[in-house]
């Protein structure tokens, strides 16, 4: 089974981390996000990979070049317009070929067992199936016997419960005779069209295991605090690693809380880092005092500072 993962967003709401790479690049404990999905996603037996891209394609040209992650092909297909979810989709169905496929967002972290909904999927004949969860975010998914039946209550079934979409489907090929070419297209209205004309698309919900969204620089710090101990069942258990091997840290440095030294950084002397993240080669000078802050790679931070992005 080949996986769509979605890497073509803007990341505005987690600015300025994003002004030089998209958010599903941004590290965790020097690990890219969007990686997370992959792995979660091989370890669901999806064996083949296509991500989009829009905004700073040289970063995944960097981070993901080579044609390849863990063995598994991986194609980047660019947006030079941005082209939405339904739009994203449609562009890569040469990519994906006649086989039903995942669509997962590329910046979510989740380990629940995916092989149940693929297989469920398989077994249903919907068009598509969604992961939905019964908490932990916005409702705007209203479901009952496992069918879809609005969304963001745009029909009018809003008596229906309501559920989180985990930003995960699995995609049957019949989806791209609905989804018009090359228009911008949000593949939402292209579910309720189908919802409208009686076409089933299913519902499932998968509230085991962890499911987090980062949506913000503070769940992105939350993030590594959630990860410091493990946490994700597909992850090696030598993993989290808080100092990367390459970086340099003075003897006297005390990092307290959830923190993270990225690949070639540089931490000097009688600095104390609470809750912090350090990108690859960014440095951190003498004396610092720094607490829930984010260095970005090749950035400099100094002096006394509390919830600052360099």
């Known amino acids: 089974m080949k996986a769509f993962v979605l890497g073509a967003g803007l ?16 590290p965790l404990y020097g690990k890219p996000l969007i990686t997370f999905a992959f792995d979660h996603l091989i370890a669901a037996g999806v064996s083949s ?45 040469d990519l994906i070929g006649q086989d039903p496929f995942v669509v997962y967002n590329g910046d979510v972290l989740a380990d629940f ?11 249903s004949g919907n068009i598509a199936t969604l992961i939905l969860r019964s908490s932990g975010g916005p409702l705007h998914i209203q479901c009952r016997d496992g069918r879809v039946t609005d969304i963001r209550k745009s029909i009018g079934n809003s008596a229906d419960p309501s559920f989180l979409f985990t930003g ?7 989806i791209f005779r609905h989804i018009p070419s ?21 519902g499932l919900t998968v509230d085991e295991g962890l499911w ?5 620089r503070d769940a992105y710090l ?25 970086a340099v840290m003075d003897s006297s440095v005390r990092l307290t809380g959830a923190c993270s030294i990225g690949a070639g950084a540089r931490v000097g002397e009688d600095v104390v880092l609470e809750d912090c993240v350090v990108w690859e080669k960014a440095t951190v000078e003498a004396g610092s005092r720094l607490a829930r ?14 919830g600052v992005d360099f």
């Open 49 to 93: 990979f296509v991500v989009n891209t829009h905004h700073c394609p040289e970063a995944y040209a960097t981070y993901l070049g080579g044609g390849s992650y863990r063995g598994c092909p991986l194609v980047l297909r660019h947006e030079p317009v941005l082209l939405d979810t339904g739009g994203g989709i449609k562009n890569v169905e």
């Open 113 to 123: 067992p995916l092989c149940p909904a693929i297989e469920s999927h398989l077994a």
């Open 182 to 202: 090359g228009e911008i297209i949000s593949i939402i209205p292209v579910y309720l069209s189908l919802i409208r004309a009686g076409i089933s698309i299913g």
């Open 293 to 306: 802050c984010v260095v970005r790679d090749g950035k400099t931070a100094g002096g006394t500072a509390e």
């Open 11 to 26: 990341g505005t709401r987690l600015r300025p981390l994003t002004e030089r790479r998209p958010k599903p690049l941004v």
């Open 222 to 246: 939350d993030a590594h605090a959630l990860l410091r101990d493990g946490g994700l069942s597909y992850v090696r258990d030598d993993w989290p690693q808080v100092v990367q091997d390459s």
């Open 168 to 174: 995960i489907s699995i995609l049957s090929p019949d």
């Open 212 to 216: 987090f969204d980062l949506g913000s």
